[in-house]
């Protein structure tokens, strides 16, 4: 066998306002957006393919949106349906690889280099996987197949909505090449100007551009950047297990009434969730307030954000704005914690090592062996270009 693997990264189309089209027909064809109210401080967490024609995308401030496009269609959404959804489809993912790594709600990379014995090329995985998710979920996913994670994503990316593009070692330097510098993960609004300084607009002009003169620029990071512009990229897909929740509290030696006291620690606490989720590599869409009173009586209560988060002061605020509505009876507190639940990145993922089927355990074991030879090892000399 060759030092080839096959990576599949796999993007569900619109993924929030396709459900919602979905389930409700009367939205189809028309610009839907997911996210804060128009007339509300928040931004667009998913935009259906007819608002984006408006210029509509995630992270817009919703009134920008609702500027854009007057008419369209603005839901809270359901994010419980949505991990739902998500978890459907990781769950088809988990059948062809259990080398699944969840980088959100609705994207994952997949190694199923081990598996092509079984399911036959990367492509057929892809298409098979596509036909699976349309018959269980109703949803389409666009699909990238590739040596590697930075192109897999590159891929998935081509032809969209529901696509499947295959990048090979063959053709990844003529796909490549065109395509302006700024479609290297890593390559945003500070770099980008630096290598236009440089005369480097193109990736390919990044592949030109003498090693040398790109360190005295940009330090250990030019042999990455370089590397990435000739289609490299080392990085293993990473399956691992989820924390469900990330949780902190604090039991006042004596019960207090003192709100600005409760505030500092509900900020001392965020810092502390928030370093954790960070730690962890997850964000988590709803923020969980704990509260006991002097009497011991416990009660929690929870808010469900638009995006998912690790920031330390979106939990504290969100913390507090729970705490202030129950602290009216002016009862002591006894105990006070903060934590951050539905965590984003591969749910579940412990199912994975208990599944019984032989087919499972027969990938689990081929997988294994792919690890062993594209893990850590791979990684260190990754660093050395
Ligand atoms: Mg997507």
Redesign the pocket.
């Known amino acids: 066998m060759s030092d080839t693997r096959t990576i599949l990264h796999v ?5 929030f306002t396709s459900v919602e089209q979905r389930d409700r027909p009367e939205l189809r064809g028309k610009p839907v957006v997911v996210g804060a109210p128009p007339d509300k401080r928040g931004v667009v967490a998913a935009a259906s393919y007819e608002a984006r024609k408006f210029g509509i995308h995630s992270a817009m401030p919703s009134r920008t949106a609702y500027r854009l496009c007057p008419h369209a269609v603005f839901l809270r959404g359901d994010h419980d349906k949505y991990s739902r959804e998500s978890e459907r489809v990781m769950a088809i993912l988990r059948d062809f690889t259990p080398l699944v790594e969840q980088v ?1 709600v ?2 994952a990379f997949l190694d199923v280099t081990a598996s092509l014995r079984l399911f036959g090329s990367g492509e057929k995985i892809a298409r098979e996987i596509k036909r699976r998710v349309r018959e269980t979920t109703g949803l389409t996913a ?1 699909i990238g197949v590739a040596p590697n994670k930075f192109l897999a994503k590159l891929a998935s990316d081509l032809k969209k909505p529901d696509g499947l593009a295959v990048i090979t070692e063959e053709n990844k330097l003529a796909i490549l090449r065109p395509l302006p510098v700024n479609r290297i993960h890593g390559v945003g609004e500070k770099t980008e100007p630096l290598l236009h300084d440089l005369g480097i607009h193109t990736i390919g002009d990044l592949e030109r551009f003498p090693l040398e003169t790109l360190r005295s620029r940009f330090g250990v990071w030019a042999g990455e950047l370089k590397a990435r512009a000739r289609g490299e990229d080392d990085r293993p897909v990473v399956p691992f297990s989820e924390p469900k929740s990330i949780s902190g509290e604090t039991t006042f030696e004596r019960d207090i009434r003192d709100e600005g006291r409760m505030e500092k620690v509900v900020w001392e606490l965020a810092e502390e969730v928030a370093r954790r989720l960070r730690e962890e590599g997850v964000r988590g869409r709803t923020v969980q307030l704990k509260l006991r009173w002097s009497d011991f009586t416990t009660l929690t209560r929870r808010a469900t954000l638009a995006e998912p988060t690790d920031d330390a002061a979106r939990i504290a605020e969100t913390a507090l704005r729970l705490l202030r509505k129950e602290l009216a009876a002016d009862r002591p507190v006894r105990l006070l914690g903060v934590g951050a639940q539905n965590l984003e990145r591969g749910a579940a993922q412990l199912d994975l090592f208990d599944q019984r089927t032989a087919r499972k355990a027969q990938l689990q074991r081929a997988a294994d062996a792919v690890k062993a030879k594209f893990g850590e090892g791979k990684l260190k000399r990754g660093g050395a270009v």
């Open positions: 993007d569900m189309d619109a993924f959100s609705d994207e666009s």
